[in-house]
T-cell receptor, first 111, second 115 residues
Framework: GQQLNQSPQSMFIQEGEDVSMNCTSS?????WLWYKQDPGEGPVLLIA?????ELTSNGRLTAQFGITRKDSFLNISASIPSDVGIYFC???????????FGTGTRLKVLA | EAQVTQNPRYLITVTGKKLTVTCSQN?????MSWYRQDPGLGLRQIYY???????DKGDVPEGYKVSRKEKRNFPLILESPSPNQTSLYFC??????????????FGSGTQLSVL
């Protein structure tokens, strides 16, 4: 099945630094979702985006729906140790009944 | 509390012994889906259901069965498990995937090991 190209695959950053990651698709999407997953746990929805160009924040997290509708970006500002985990995107196009998932960005924060 | 509940959380079984992983949601969602997550492969869809009595194959349906007799429940059945079905499984639900403002909510996962 199709998967989204998510980058970077992993990041090691210092506490307090900002983080950026992105997802790209060969298809146009109507919805982008961003999740965080802790080891052995279920993904938790962070941000949902529904319109091209939309910029949405959730605390220190900000995500954008790309203008081309083929990409999305997630930024984390002033990272803290509890930001550690795997972040992944999911996209959904019109006329389909399935979500496509990115392969994830593994984030590690060094105190 | 609105949630997707999977059971069991951990399961160790032997090859060929039929098992069922249950999934229940209390949000009156129409859409439910099962995924497996394997290292390096991300989340792959096994089966999904648009509503009661409506199910369809995802990307990796071989070796699995599902049923949707009630709106809230969507069990995953492995009739004859094999070691290559060792994986972390997630159930998820959404109000209506055809709407333009849907969100997908996941359960906490079931770690299955088939010996």
């Amino acid at each position: 099945g199709q998967q989204l190209n998510q980058s970077p695959q992993s990041m090691f950053i210092q506490e307090g630094e900002d983080v950026s990651m992105n997802c790209t698709s060969s298809s146009i999407f109507n919805t982008w979702l961003w999740y965080k997953q802790d080891p052995g746990e279920g993904p938790v929805l962070l941000i949902a985006l529904y319109k091209a160009g939309e910029l949405t924040s959730n605390g220190r997290l900000t995500a954008q729906f790309g203008i081309t509708r083929k990409d999305s970006f997630l930024n984390i500002s002033a990272s803290i140790p509890s930001d550690v985990g795997i972040y992944f995107c999911a996209g959904h196009g019109s006329g389909t009944y399935k979500y496509i998932f990115g392969t994830g960005t593994r984030l590690k924060v060094l105190a | 509390e609105a949630q997707v509940t999977q059971n069991p959380r951990y399961l160790i079984t032997v090859t060929g012994k039929k098992l069922t992983v249950t999934c229940s949601q209390n949000m009156n969602h129409e859409y439910m889906s099962w995924y497996r997550q394997d290292p390096g492969l991300g989340l792959r869809q096994i089966y999904y259901s648009m509503n009661v009595e409506v199910t369809d194959k995802g990307d990796v349906p071989e070796g699995y069965k599902v049923s949707r007799k009630e709106k809230r429940n969507f069990p995953l059945i492995l009739e004859s498990p094999s070691p290559n079905q060792t994986s972390l499984y997630f159930c998820a639900s959404s109000p209506d995937i055809r709407q333009h403002n849907e969100k997908l909510f996941f359960g906490s996962g079931t770690q299955l090991s088939v010996l």
